[in-house]
């Protein structure tokens, strides 16, 4: 059986004041790369993840998309997302 999962999360720190991205791809329950919006660009955990971080790094396009993700994405749901 193999599975794959990605997931994107919101973390808020006093409101949206401060507001933390981040996308983890997991593979057989072994998270092999994740984009975290404070480190601004995607990190490899496991050799396959390595070699794909350095792809998605070498893209410019792609790493700015990911960190207007916390305008885009976050802050524009906060609302929706707080009780």
Known sequence: VLQFFGTAECHFINGTEKVRYMQRYIHNRLQFLMFDS??????GFTPFGERNARRLNSDPVRLERRRAEVDRFCRHNYEGITP
Do not use: S
């Not at 404070?38 to 990190?43: A, E, I, L, P, S």
């Open 38 to 43: 404070d480190v601004g660009h995607f990190v």
